[in-house]
C-alpha cells in the first residue's frame, strides 16, 4: 500500500469534512440575564459554538420555527426561478396565509418569501409539494437534513409548524444549529433580512405586499432574521439573528412570554462576554510539535487563519497539536499539504487549520510544470488517490 497517498487522501476527508461542518460545539458555562423562555439556546453562527443553553436539550413543540427547515431544504433542493402552481391541498390551510388560490402560479422564491415574512402555511403545503413531490416526501427530505445537520433530537411531520401531532418536535440547541446552517446560505440570509416585499398576486390588479413578522429587525440593532412561530400548544417561539461588526449571532426562544427581550438580552450578552479572537494567524509558520525532518530552508505555514468566540477566562485553556503525514519534508514539496494544526479548547476539538509546505527559494520548488495548487491537489487526491492507495 502507498502509504503517503493514504495519509494525503486521509488528510483531504479531514479538510472536505471539515469545509462542510462548523467545528466541534463547545459550550459555554457563563449565565445571561433571567430569561423568560422555558427553553433558549444562543449560537456564534460562523464557529458553530453554542454559547449558552437553557433547558437546550428538552424536546418542545416548535410552532412555525419549522418554516426554517422547509426554507433551506427547499432553497437547497429548488430552483428559485421554478414556476410552481398551487395544488389544492395548500388552499385554506389553517393558521398564517398568504391567501394562495387553487391553481394560480408563482416561482419559488415568491413562496419562500411569503413563507418567511408572513409565516404563510398556504406557502409551505406549495412548497413542499412542489420540491417534494409529495407532503411525505418533502418531510422525509426535512429529516434527512436535519441528521446531516447534527440535529439529534428532532423529528419533523409537516412543513408549517401546526400541532398535528406529539410527533413534530425539536429542542432549542437543534434548532439554533439549524439557524446557523441556514443563515450560511446567501439566498436564505437574503430573506428573512427583509422587511417588506412585493411578489405577484396573479388574477389581481396589485401585488401582494408581505410585511415582515419579525419586529426584532425594527427592535435590534443589527437584527438579520430569522423566524416568528406560535401555536396554542408550542406557546410564543422566537429565531432571531444579529450582525454587529462582522459577526453574527443567532437565538432560539421556546415558550417564552418575552420572547422580544429574551432575545435581545441573549444576544447583547453573546456580544459582550464572548469576543471572537484569532488563535491562528493565515500563513503562520508552524514548529513541528512531533518527530519530522524539515530540509533546510523548508517550512510549515498555515493556509489560513483560525478565530474562535471566547471568554477572557478560557483563553488559557487553548492549545493546538501538529499532525503531520509526512516525515520528511523536502523543497521539491512546496505548496503542497502535508498536515494540520488542530485547535484544542481543555480537551475538545475546536478547529484545524491545514499546513502546507513553504520553502525560502522559489527554485527548490517543483518545475512550474510539476506545480499543483492545493486545489488541484485536492481533487486529484480526493478522486483518486485515496482509492488507489
Given at each position: 500500500m502507498n502509504v503517503r497517498k493514504l495519509l494525503s487522501g486521509v488528510l483531504v476527508v479531514f479538510l472536505f469534512i471539515q469545509a462542510l461542518l462548523p467545528a466541534t460545539e463547545v459550550k459555554a458555562a457563563a449565565s445571561p440575564p433571567g430569561l423568560s423562555a422555558e427553553s433558549a439556546a444562543l449560537i456564534d453562527v460562523a464557529s458553530g459554538r453554542i454559547l449558552y443553553s437553557k433547558n437546550g436539550s428538552k424536546k418542545m413543540r416548535i410552532a412555525s420555527l419549522t418554516k426554517t427547515m422547509t426554507a433551506i431544504v427547499a432553497i437547497e433542493s429548488g430552483k428559485l426561478d421554478q414556476i410552481v402552481t398551487v395544488p389544492p391541498e395548500a388552499v385554506g390551510v389553517e393558521g398564517s396565509s398568504i391567501y394562495l388560490k387553487r391553481g394560480e402560479k408563482l416561482t419559488l422564491e415568491e413562496l419562500l418569501?411569503?413563507?418567511m415574512l408572513r409565516s404563510g402555511n398556504d406557502?409551505?403545503?406549495t412548497i413542499a409539494t412542489a420540491v417534494g413531490g409529495s407532503l411525505p416526501g418533502?418531510?422525509?427530505?426535512?429529516?434527512?437534513?436535519?441528521?446531516?445537520?447534527?440535529?439529534?433530537?428532532?423529528?419533523?411531520?409537516?412543513?408549517?409548524?401546526?400541532?398535528?401531532?406529539n410527533m413534530h418536535y425539536s429542542t432549542a440547541e437543534d434548532m439554533v444549529k439549524l439557524s446557523a446552517y441556514a443563515l450560511r446560505?446567501?439566498?436564505f440570509r437574503q430573506i428573512v433580512s427583509t422587511k417588506v416585499k412585493d411578489i405577484s398576486w396573479e388574477g389581481e390588479?396589485?401585488?401582494?405586499?408581505?410585511?415582515?413578522?419579525?419586529k426584532m429587525l425594527h427592535l435590534y440593532n443589527g437584527a438579520d432574521g430569522v423566524k416568528t412561530g406560535y401555536t396554542k400548544l408550542a406557546k410564543r417561539c422566537l429565531a432571531t439573528s444579529a450582525t454587529r461588526e462582522g459577526r453574527q449571532l443567532a437565538t432560539i426562544t421556546l415558550n417564552a412570554s418575552d420572547d422580544w427581550n429574551d432575545s435581545a438580552k441573549l444576544?447583547?450578552?453573546?456580544?459582550?462576554?464572548f469576543p471572537v479572537k484569532e488563535l491562528v494567524g493565515q500563513k503562520e509558520t508552524v514548529k513541528p510539535d512531533t518527530p519530522v525532518t524539515l530540509e533546510t530552508g523548508t517550512h510549515l505555514v498555515t493556509m489560513n487563519s483560525f478565530r474562535y468566540p471566547l471568554q477572557q477566562t478560557e483563553t488559557e485553556a487553548v492549545h493546538k497539536k501538529i499532525v503531520l503525514g509526512e516525515s520528511i519534508?523536502?523543497?521539491?514539496?512546496?505548496?503542497q499539504l502535508v498536515g494540520f494544526m488542530q485547535i484544542y479548547l481543555k480537551d475538545d476539538m475546536i478547529g484545524q487549520v491545514p499546513l502546507l509546505v513553504s520553502?525560502?527559494?522559489?527554485?527548490?520548488a517543483l518545475p512550474k510544470a510539476e506545480a499543483h495548487s492545493f486545489w488541484q491537489q485536492f481533487w486529484e487526491i480526493a478522486a483518486g488517490g485515496l482509492w488507489s492507495a
Open positions: 418569501y411569503g413563507l406557502a409551505a403545503v418533502f418531510v422525509y427530505m426535512m429529516n434527512e437534513k436535519a441528521a446531516l445537520i447534527g440535529m439529534e433530537h428532532s423529528n419533523f411531520t409537516n412543513p408549517h409548524g401546526l400541532d398535528d401531532s446560505n446567501p439566498v390588479q396589485w401585488d401582494r405586499r408581505l410585511l415582515n413578522k419579525n444576544l447583547d450578552w453573546g456580544f459582550a462576554n519534508i523536502n523543497g521539491k514539496m512546496n505548496g520553502v525560502d527559494t522559489p527554485t527548490s
